[in-house]
């Protein structure tokens, strides 16, 4: 059989798959995205499917991938990992984690240093969660609406989209939402009974929403004011991703706990984390069992993001992205100044980056057009008006202007098709 029949097969095969094992709907939306392939390799911003196509990843895994794909010294260093001991026997001391925890305290702002380590941003959001309760002796917390927070019961609780949550009620009891960026709100929302606020610095899936100045220092005073905790949920925004190596810097303000996930990985493993206060943290140590993850923390996970977090300080990771991210702002800013009746707004901190449509069939039909050009690109979960961009942070800046070339051609053709269809139907 011709090796291209092969890969055919083993294409379609993986797509029968998908439809009876997996998820029929997902195999659906795949191939209306024109998606239905096999992903095979990657490496740094680029991917190839199994028939050897080569993508540039503009979506970056929702962030999972700020180090880029296989970066070669996270690789390496899990692969020595594995050859001594992947996983944890639990009752001896893991070095790996030790040594994790302790570069994860020297990057952090403020005084936040003790941490858990878990295997998602959900998990880690839940552990914040709890630890919230657990210090204050309080239930209440207070989100914001739109927000993006994972999909578990107490995550999902302090996310913001309905469409995502109906389907679930009850959920947890004593979660209220405010307007994202209104600090009056606040003032209002956050009371005596009030264990904590939840708030990303700037609001990835809700459609990249960066919050005024002086938002998050509102947010502080106001939980100082009533022995609220502040949680700062940076898992999308973190390490890097937003031009700071946490989007909080912006502001000058540190969380209480801080929740990290996705780039925290380093592309290779799947991690997460919640770090807080000694004095917060306090509250877990006279039961050190009170929360706890069997994988979490194991140190193969753990030494990937001792790895990546050295190649965020070391690669300079936020100049990159603040770098990169101001070029590309730059060129889709005139990109909406030449097309305001198809790009509303464009959006974003460094290399997150939010691409407002007048409508969302139009950021299907440049998604669509994008992945034709063989871009990987998708909206926000929360809002699918928005496209983001949140490519690997390691782009080379000439696959970023390759991915926005492509961006300015999909929107071109985008209003030809639309032009096309009003001209037929006026
Ligand atoms: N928090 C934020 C801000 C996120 O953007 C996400 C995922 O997109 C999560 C939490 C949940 O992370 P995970 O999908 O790893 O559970």
Redesign the pocket.
Known sequence: MPADDHLQQVREATFAAYQRYVNSGLASLLKFMGLDVVEERAQGALVWDLEGNEYIDCLGG??AYSMGHRHPRIVAAVQEQLGKLPLSTKIMLNRPLAEAAQALAEITPGELACSFWCN??????EGALKLARLYTGRAKVVAAHNA?????MG?LSASGRDLFKQPFLPLVPGFTHVPFGDGEALQTAVAGDTAALIL?PIQ??AGVIVPPPGYLRQAREVCDRHGALLIL?????GLGRTGRMFACQYDDVAGDIM?L??ALGGGVM?V?AFIATPRIWSVMEPNPLLHSSTFGGNPLACTAARAALAVAVEEDLPGRAAKLGEHALARLRELAARRPDYVAEVRGRGLLIGIRFAHEDVAGLVIAGLVQRRILAAYT?NNPTVLRLEPPLVIERDQLDRALDALEEAVEQTAALVGDVMGTTA
């Open positions: 929702y962030g998602s941003g959900t998990e880690a959001v993006f927070h994972g999909k578990t995550s990303e990835g899936e949920d940076e898992v999308q925004t929740t996930a996705k799947p997460g979960l």
